[in-house]
């Protein structure tokens, strides 16, 4: 049996936080960058006061996500304070995780998905992507922007999915195949660890084409992941073409 210590717990359970924070940054991400944009050129009064309408509330809803994720990170700070001073269990701590993340990130994803995916498009599916089979798709945390769309200007797709853990695992290992995504170091340490010595380590898995920072990653960045409540999620954005905005809106 292979025990981490408490040091590495909290190292494992920040990289799992922050794997199941990832589609509801994206969201708020989103809204931010949008709305930026759709406030802009009004023609005529009218417009405008419409405009400045839909903006405030916009406004409103990224204040109030805001503060939902700030109660969200001040619940995960002391919950990792208790455990790093051994007033509560590695288990129960995990345990509290898991009941942060499902009540606040469900609420955070609810107010900020403002283009919700019931699908992949055709673009995601000329990169080889395809949908799991015999799984539940998760609308409220599902979402999708188009380059088709002046508003948007760039093609992004995160798609989640509720079901066993088992179902999950081996969907998403049939779906990184397929697209040609290699599974994470750290994953792919860990499932070799496991081989060796017969116990589980790391639960979930990481599929991504791209690393973080690196200056060749491919246009679209695609990662696919598994957590080990079975929440399986396929994202792919047209990341040169969000920076390309992001520099232009920076730029103005």
Not at 26 to 48: G, I, M, Y
Not at 85 to 108: D, F, S, V, W
Not at 168 to 177: G, L, T, Y
Not at 230 to 251: F, Y
Request: aromatic content about 8%; hydrophobic content about 35%; proline content about 3%.
């Amino acid at each position: 049996m292979l025990f981490l210590s408490k040091h590495k717990y909290l190292s494992v359970m920040g990289n799992i936080i922050l794997k199941r924070s990832y589609t509801v940054v994206l969201l708020l991400f989103t809204v931010l960058f949008l709305n930026s944009c759709d406030e802009s050129k009004p023609t005529d009064a009218h417009k405008f006061n419409k405009d400045l309408g839909k903006f405030n509330r916009t406004i409103s809803k990224v204040d109030k996500t805001m503060d939902l994720m700030d109660s969200m990170q001040m619940e995960i700070d002391k919950v990792e304070k208790e455990l790093a001073e051994g007033k509560i269990t590695p288990e129960y701590a995990h345990k509290r995780l898991n009941e942060i993340n499902t009540t606040y990130g469900r609420q955070i994803a609810k107010n900020s998905n403002y283009h919700p995916a019931y699908g992949l498009p055709q673009w995601a599916k000329d990169l080889g992507l395809t949908e799991p089979q015999g799984m539940v798709l998760d609308k409220d945390f599902s979402q999708v922007t188009s380059e088709d769309n002046p508003v948007e200007g760039y093609n992004s797709v995160t798609l989640v999915y509720k079901g066993r853990y088992e179902k999950a695992m081996k969907q998403a290992e049939i779906i990184a195949r397929k697209a040609h995504i290699p599974m994470t170091k750290e994953y792919k340490n860990a499932r070799e660890l496991e081989k060796k010595y017969g116990d589980v380590i790391l639960k979930g898995a990481i599929y991504m084409n791209f690393e973080l920072g690196a200056q060749d990653n491919p246009r679209y960045n695609i990662a696919i992941t598994v957590d080990e409540n079975g929440t399986l999620t396929i994202s792919a954005t047209d990341a040169q073409k969000m920076d390309e905005l992001i520099s232009g809106e920076a730029n103005k």
